[in-house]
T-cell receptor
Framework: EAGVVQSPRYKIIEKKQPVAFWCNPI?????LYWYLQNLGQGPELLIR????????DSQLPKDRFSAERLKGVDSTLKIQPAELGDSAVYLC???FGYGNEQFFGPGTRLTVL | GESVGLHLPTLSVQEGDNSIINCAYS??????FIWYKQESGKGPQFIID?????DKRQGQRVTVLLNKTVKHLSLQIAATQPGDSAVYFC???????????FGTGTRLQVTL
């Protein structure tokens, strides 16, 4: 069974440019999470989806970050405009419902110059 | 150059020895704890979990101990192997909204 798929794996952009990350969760997993992981630190939740509904986006910086999961499967996380401090790894995870084990993708490493 | 964040606590053990990785958690209301292993360039991988109504749980070569009195969690790895080299994170869940809060990682280095 395929795991959580993320693309791109690496992205380098200049500040003020937009960037988007894509996530395909494990088939059948209705819960999807986006995390941010700074170098040497643990992941921090940005947003959680139950199917197509964002049920916890309290940590998402809404002035520049947005996310969508239109059909309750794939999800896209966008940053516009990117800032130097956004350089980090963006992880996607999915689970089969609330409270169950989360499976993480490999992440997208973003570098903002 | 490197940032401060790269200087994770590091545990260096010889192959075959036992490893103990410690974690202090913050929320006394947390009812579920998980240990994750993260290898370079990969996402965190579930190792073992424990609920707050338990003190100890064993898996294959791994044991998690929970001390709720002092809010302390530990991961014991028996007969540590080179493939165990990674960063290990503990995570706590307060039981609402399946929201995990990750602790500071510990880098495990296994020497031959």
């Amino acid at each position: 069974e395929a795991g959580v798929v993320q693309s791109p794996r690496y992205k380098i952009i200049e500040k003020k440019q937009p960037v988007a990350f894509w996530c395909n969760p494990i088939s059948g997993h209705n819960t999807l999470y986006w995390y941010l992981q700074n170098l040497g630190q643990g992941p921090e939740l940005l947003i959680r989806y139950e199917n197509e509904e964002a049920v916890d986006d309290s940590q998402l910086p809404k002035d520049r970050f947005s996310a969508e999961r239109l059909k309750g499967v794939d999800s896209t996380l966008k940053i516009q405009p990117a800032e130097l401090g956004d350089s980090a790894v963006y992880l996607c995870a999915s689970s089969f419902g609330y409270g169950n084990e989360q499976f993480f993708g490999p992440g997208t490493r973003l570098t903002v110059l | 150059g490197e940032s401060v964040g790269l200087h994770l606590p590091t545990l260096s053990v010889q192959e075959g020895d036992n490893s103990i990785i410690n974690c202090a958690y913050s929320n006394s209301a947390s009812d579920y704890f998980i240990w994750y292993k993260q290898e370079s360039g990969k996402g965190p991988q579930f190792i073992i979990d424990i609920r707050s109504n338990m003190d100890k749980r064993q898996g294959q070569r791994v044991t998690v101990l929970l001390n709720k009195t002092v809010k302390h969690l530990s991961l014991q790895i028996a007969a540590t192997q080179p493939g165990d080299s990674a960063v290990y994170f503990c995570a706590e869940n307060t039981g609402t909204a399946s929201k995990l809060t990750f602790g500071t990682g510990t880098r495990l280095q296994v020497t031959l």
